[in-house]
């Protein structure tokens, strides 16, 4: 069963093809710089080669239509026509209250992403233009929507509330609802798999560190909290954006340097973080870089990021009594080694014995990186939330 999976964004759209259920990546590309005079879809042909088409892409409905015609094309192609596509699957960022598991798309499930565009204003418009461009260019086939939200409405009560006036908060919808559920649900049930555990019966930490980044921890098969809250700017700090900080800190610097609620937004999304803190980029490949040529703000910047995770992993340890398996992912928690050292040292109190030579060069592999004397299994487990709306939507269709 081919199954394409379309992430639709502001200004980009990522597609994969898999063959189902083995899971086989048949064609894998983006569109980028969606909307502006320079756009451009970079492909991977089954070689291995990379390819770049140069195309104006004012709209989701044109990047959609390339993707469609690069897929049967003579040269990129890997199927000769779309009738071989039998369902699409698409990420949607935000579902509210509303949505606890994936579904199918209806008429009624999208006036309900509608109804929550005012929680994720920039994906969610974009997540529904890309089912607006399928229908139109392939009209009747059937799509299921996937929710980066839906993992943590287990959540309970009392983890999901802010201490706010109640009322105002339920007459806003303000409470924290999590990002990367599928990216943590598919890697806590991998690392099960691979340690040969019960999904249902185990104390999970999952570190889904990159430019964005956030822990979850899933107890017994179910998620019990996460570092992201209703924004994805609560919790660890990010690339650009600054994770925890005393509310009062922006009120403060919203008088002193003049700025509105637009101004303040911008400053904790897209100016703080790794960038703010280091002055040099928020590429952690460059702040490494840094640090090697000694630039004490990019140690510091380095620092306080590793600190961070170590932190909510603690706080996740003591919320559940224990944990059973820790599990890295993301783009740096899949390449990072340093990272995920400096976030494991000095932890044997809690279980954890770190292989540091295992750890050491390893990237991107699935791995147990703890010393096999460990009470907590240590492991890196590359994310594939693709395969894992792919899986969904081929469950959600045979049923």
Known sequence: MKILVLNCGSSSVKYKLLEMPQGDV????????LGLPDSFLKLTLPNGEKVVIEKEMPEHTVAVELILSALTDEKTGCIKSYNEIE??????VHGGEKFSNSVEITPEVIAKVEECIPLAPLHNPANLKGIAAIEKLLPGIRQVGVFDTAFFQTMPEHVYRYALPYDMCNKHGVRRYGFHGTSH????????????????KTRIITAHIGNGAS???????????????????????MGTRSGDVDPGVLTFLMEAENLDAAGISELINKKSGVLGVSGISSDMREIEDGIKHGNERAILAMTMY???????????????????VLVFTGGVGENQFSTREKVCSNMEFMGIVFDPAVNNGMRGK???????????????????????IASDTMTILAK
Not at 185 to 200: F, K, P, T, W
Not at 215 to 237: C, F, H, R, Y
Not at 370 to 380: F, Q, R, Y
């Open 306 to 324: 590793d600190y961070r995770i170590k932190k909510y992993v603690g706080a996740y340890a003591a919320a559940m009594g224990g944990v059973d």
């Open 87 to 92: 369902a699409v699957g698409h990420r949607l």
């Open 26 to 33: 048949l064609a894998q590309g983006a569109v980028e710089k």
């Open 366 to 388: 699935e791995m147990v990186i703890s010393k096999p004397e460990s009470k907590v299994k240590v492991i890196v487990v590359p994310t594939d939330e693709e395969y894992m």
């Open 185 to 200: 649900r598919y890697v806590s049930a991998r690392a099960c798999e691979i340690l040969g555990l019960d999904y249902n």
């Open 215 to 237: 822990i979850a921890a899933t107890m017994n098969g179910k998620a019990l909290d996460v570092s992201l809250g209703m924004t994805p700017v609560e919790g660890l700090m």
